[in-house]
């Protein structure tokens, strides 16, 4: 597989970072408007029938992106590849916060205790933990599973980079092989521990 890094630029009172993304995968505002914008280019590349299926669930999640983005850094997401190497997933960085006034490193030690939370590397630096969720529509219902990454900004004991890797499991009736969940669950894993913070010279 071809690999390059791209750098991201700090924003949002959060350092600069680099990570590795595999060929073909391409960096984008998080911005819902700029969002849609990919997403459409991705849906054309689709049979009619798949984009009639997949428009609106794309309008669930959009409508819900409307509502707010929160701190969103970055998207990270497949452009410019043929139909028959698409891949449902995407990853979003944000900035976050630990709440209530904690440190991220209790923010962290409540996200083992009530999400099941663990490190992805072995030195402790990355918690990852996943969720799944349900978006209703119009046709149905879509099945996303999403994985949480959370790296501790530096200089920092509250700020943190969380990482939200968005996997289509299901929709309108067509299940993605677990297989294919697995493959695309260990490419997020693979391309965030990738992550490094760009050091001033």
């Known amino acids: 597989m071809s690999l390059r890094a791209e750098l991201v630029e700090p924003t949002a009172g959060m350092p600069g970072f680099a990570l590795v993304?595999?060929?073909?995968?391409?960096?984008?505002?998080?911005?819902?408007?700029?969002?849609?914008?990919?997403?459409?280019?991705?849906?054309?590349?689709?049979?009619a029938a798949q984009r009639t299926a997949l428009r609106p669930v794309l309008d669930e999640v959009f409508a819900a992106a409307n509502r707010g983005v929160g701190d969103a850094i970055r998207l990270f997401a497949q452009q410019?590849?043929?139909?028959?190497d698409f891949l449902p997933v995407s990853i979003v960085a944000a900035r976050m916060d630990a709440p209530g006034g904690r440190s991220l490193a209790e923010a962290g030690r409540h996200l083992m205790a009530t999400r099941g939370a663990a490190p992805l590397d072995?030195?402790?630096?990355?918690?990852?933990?996943?969720q799944t969720s349900t978006a209703g529509f119009s046709g149905g219902a879509a099945e996303i599973l999403t994985i949480n990454y959370l790296l501790p900004a530096?200089?920092?004991?509250?700020r943190g980079l969380l990482f939200q890797a968005s996997i289509l499991a299901?929709?309108?009736?067509t299940t993605v092989d677990p297989t294919g969940v697995a493959t695309m669950t260990a490419l997020c894993d693979a391309i965030v521990a990738t992550v490094r913070w760009k050091r001033d010279a």
């Not at 391409?26 to 914008?37: Q, T």
């Not at 072995?122 to 996943?130: C, D, H, Q, V, Y």
């Not at 530096?154 to 509250?158: E, G, Q």
């Not at 299901?170 to 009736?173: E, M, N, R, T, V």
């Open 122 to 130: 072995e030195g402790g630096t990355i918690l990852r933990w996943t």
């Open 21 to 47: 993304l595999p060929l073909g995968w391409g960096s984008f505002d998080p911005e819902p408007a700029a969002l849609r914008a990919v997403a459409e280019q991705s849906l054309e590349r689709l049979a």
């Open 80 to 84: 410019d590849v043929p139909e028959s």
């Open 170 to 173: 299901s929709a309108a009736g």
């Open 154 to 158: 530096p200089d920092s004991d509250r």
